[in-house]
Structures are given as C-alpha cells and as structure tokens.
C-alpha cells in the first residue's frame, strides 16, 4: 500500500513540474508540445476555454483504453496524473512567464516537461494519452510505438504551424525530438550505473570464484559452442555472465586477465536491475 501511495505521489509531482513547465515558460512564449497537450494547445486558440479542460476532456477516451487494453492499474495511475496535470494547468493559466527569453524558456520548458512525463512513466503512469494510442496500435500494425508518436506529433506540430507560426512550431519540434524525448528515456528507463559482463574462458571455475567473491553476488555459467562459417559448430566454450558496477569494471578486468589473458571480456550498460541478488551492487554506489 505505502509502495503504491509513494508511486501515485511521485506521478502527481511529475504532473505539477509538466504544468510548471508550460505555463511558465512554453505557452507564455508560444512554444508548445506533442501529444494531446499540443492539440489542447492549438485548440485553446479557437475556444475561450482552459487549456486543463482540454487535456482532461481529451484524454478520457485513452485512459478509458488504457483501462480494457492494457490494464486497470497503469490506468488508474494514468488517469491521477492526467487529472492532475488537468488541474495544474488551469490554477496556473495566469502565471507569470519565469522568463521570456525564446531559447531560455525551450530549453528549461523542455527540461521540465522531460523531467515531469519521466518521473509520471518511471512510476508507472502516463501524463498524455497518444502514448496509450501508440502502444495499442504498435501492437497491431507493423510500426513501433517511437514511429507511430512521431507520425502524430509531425501532424499536430504542422498544424501549429498554421495557427501559432512556423518558428514557434519548428523550434517546439526540434525541442520534442532533440531535448525532451532523450531526457524522457534517461529519467523514465533510467541508467542505473551498472553493467552487465559476459566473459569466455576456458578456466570457468577459477574465474567465476574470482567474480562471486570480489562482487558478492552470484555468477551464471553455461556451457556454448563456437560457431566458423568455414567449419561451422567448432570448440565448447564456457560463458559467465554476471552484473557489475562502472566502479568495479577496471579491476575486475585486470583480476581476470591475470587469471587468464586469453578470456573474451564483453560489456553492456543495464538500464534498471530489481531483486534481492542486486542489492549489494545497489549500496556499491
């Protein structure tokens, strides 16, 4: 209960730090963004009613998907956080502009929208309902989730176009594609700071015992087989496959090669780790 109370909370300060951003720094100063808050945006120009009315009114329909597609509770928390969101944009409508200096507010505008949808998707809520559409129709067409966003937002940036101006929305563009969209993915899959390492040796044992003892953490090993394209299916090799920190890397690889110089060492970066194995790693840093 008290891990689900943390993680509605941590949504609805996303919310707040997305409206923050809008109303004070990208509406003032005629930028905009993707999604239903773009539409929300272009719309307020016609219709003298708050922008919040519109991306609450709007999104109803994908929470409403969410809820039979992909499941009650990312709905539930989609819905807190669009509501939210809703609500924030519409207690601060008159909102002093922080600044209106055009580069000074897209890029600190974008930052905090990056900052807001990746903390609401870390936790596992969305604050816009095109990322919902996405992923029911990526599921069912032969785009992915990244193309099918970036088709919508083309169309509602070219849109804004018309009504804002060219400047504005090109500039709003390159800020979605360039700034917001990677900050999004940093904060929302994260980069935990450990690394995943997979090593072939022919002295397996010696080396897994080197590992486990130096990380405290356990070490999976299997037996594979090389593969030539001249003589196909060649020696078994020995593969070990372990988590590590950036901070452990160095000394392990030279720990290994005094053990065996001819050892193949790989690395790759893990975005998250859960469960009781990681811990160790965890207070490593």
């Known amino acids: 209960m008290a891990a689900e109370a943390y993680k509605i909370f941590s949504i609805v300060v996303g919310a707040v730090i997305f409206a923050i951003g809008l109303e004070g720094f990208l509406i003032p100063n005629n930028f905009l963004d993707g999604g239903v808050v773009g ?14 009315v519109f991306i609450g009114a709007l999104n109803v329909p994908f929470i409403a998907l969410a809820w039979f597609m992909i499941g009650r509770r990312s709905a539930v928390r989609s819905g807190i956080g669009i509501a ?17 200096q055009s580069w000074l507010a ?26 919902v559409l996405a992923t029911i ?30 400047e504005s929305a090109l500039l709003s563009a390159v800020l979605f594609y360039v700034v917001v ?10 980069e935990s700071g450990a690394r995943q390492v997979r090593v072939s040796t022919e002295r397996y044992e010696e080396v897994a015992r080197l590992i486990s003892g130096h ?18 299916l060649a020696e078994e090799v ?30 790759s970066d893990i975005a998250n780790h859960h469960g009781p194995m990681y811990e160790s790693m965890t207070n490593a840093h």
């Open 39 to 52: 539409v929300s945006i272009n719309m307020g120009r016609f219709v003298d009613v708050p922008m919040g």
């Open 84 to 100: 939210t969101l809703s609500v924030a944009t519409i207690v601060l409508h008159h909102m002093h502009p922080i600044t209106q």
């Open 106 to 131: 897209l890029i600190c505008g974008g930052a905090m929208i990056a900052v807001g949808i990746g903390v609401a998707l870390r936790h596992g809520g969305a604050l816009d309902g095109t990322e």
């Open 137 to 166: 129709l990526a599921s069912r067409t032969r785009f992915t989730v990244g193309q099918l966003l970036l088709y919508i937002n083309l169309a509602i940036f070219t849109v804004a176009g018309f009504v804002i101006s060219w």
């Open 181 to 190: 969209k990677d900050l999004v993915d940093q904060i929302a899959h994260g």
């Open 215 to 232: 990380t405290n953490r356990p070490v999976l090993v299997a037996k594979q087989q090389r593969f030539y394209a001249d003589t196909g």
């Open 238 to 267: 020995w593969v070990l496959t372990f988590a590590t920190t950036r901070l452990e890397e160095a000394s392990l690889v030279e720990e290994i090669e005094e053990i065996d110089p001819e050892a193949n060492i790989t690395f």
